[in-house]
T-cell receptor, first 112, second 111 residues
Framework: NAGVTQTPKFQVLKTGQSMTLQCAQD?????MYWYRQDPGMGLRLIYY???????DKGEVPNGYNVSRLNKREFSLRLESAAPSQTSVYFC???????????FGPGTRLTVT | QQPVQSPQAVILREGEDAVINCSSS?????VHWYRQKHGEAPVFLMI?????EQKGHDKISASFNEKKQQSSLYLTASQLSYSGTYFC????????????FGKGTLLTVNP
């Protein structure tokens, strides 16, 4: 089992460019999450999907969109990247809402 | 509201004990604890549900005081492998299972 995988591992964007961060899990989990982690800020929830076909905003959703493509995959899109979106992005999954979360290795994004 | 963790950082010698606290201003349903080593992803440690349950594995345990909206993580006889940043994530009543994480506590265990 690979657990939670994320692509890419690193990305550099120019301001205004768009990109999609991919996340997949092979644990048959119902719930998936996107977090961002900035120095000294902890983890902040961007969006989450309680189950296939549903998505909901988290604490910091502005500037992002998500798609729960199927039960395995949950993507995060930046339509017009800004320097404030420079961060490490973690995808996570859990069997159901409120259960322990398993995190992917992260994507380190720099917007110049 | 982001829970408040204390202390922000702690340095131990191998074999010493430590307590990390997590406080919230809102009524909590559960508290999650995670550990993150530098450059790696957070790893789940335990969940505490309302009712003051104390859970643990190995020499790491935790408690949850729902009246005070506080949780404490206890690390006993620390090992070098305990080094990392510890985060609490709180789930408030009516939050629809969303976790709000604290800023973390950096624990360093030296030989």
């Amino acid at each position: 089992n690979a657990g939670v995988t994320q692509t890419p591992k690193f990305q550099v964007l120019k301001t205004g460019q768009s990109m999609t961060l991919q996340c997949a899990q092979d644990m048959n989990h119902n719930s998936m999450y996107w977090y961002r982690q900035d120095p000294g800020m902890g983890l902040r929830l961007i969006y989450y999907s309680a189950s296939e076909g549903t998505t909901d905003k988290g604490e910091v959703p502005n500037g992002y969109n998500v798609s729960r493509l199927n039960k395995r995959e949950f993507s995060l899109r930046l339509e017009s990247a800004a320097p404030s979106q420079t961060s490490v992005y973690f995808c996570a999954s859990s069997e159901d809402r409120g259960r322990e979360q398993y995190f992917g290795p992260g994507t380190r994004l720099t917007v110049t | 509201q982001q829970p408040v963790q204390s202390p922000q950082a702690v340095i131990l010698r191998e074999g010493e004990d430590a307590v990390i606290n997590c406080s919230s201003s809102k009524a909590l349903y559960s508290v999650h604890w995670y550990r993150q080593k530098h450059g790696e992803a957070p790893v789940f440690l335990m969940i505490l549900l309302k009712g003051g349950e104390q859970k643990g594995h190995d020499k790491i345990s935790a408690s949850f005081n729902e009246k005070k909206q506080q949780s404490s993580l206890y690390l006993t006889a620390s090992q070098l492998s305990y080094s990392g940043t510890y985060f609490c994530g709180t789930e408030g009543w009516g939050s629809n299972y969303k976790l709000t994480f604290g800023k973390g506590t950096l624990l360093t265990v030296n030989p």
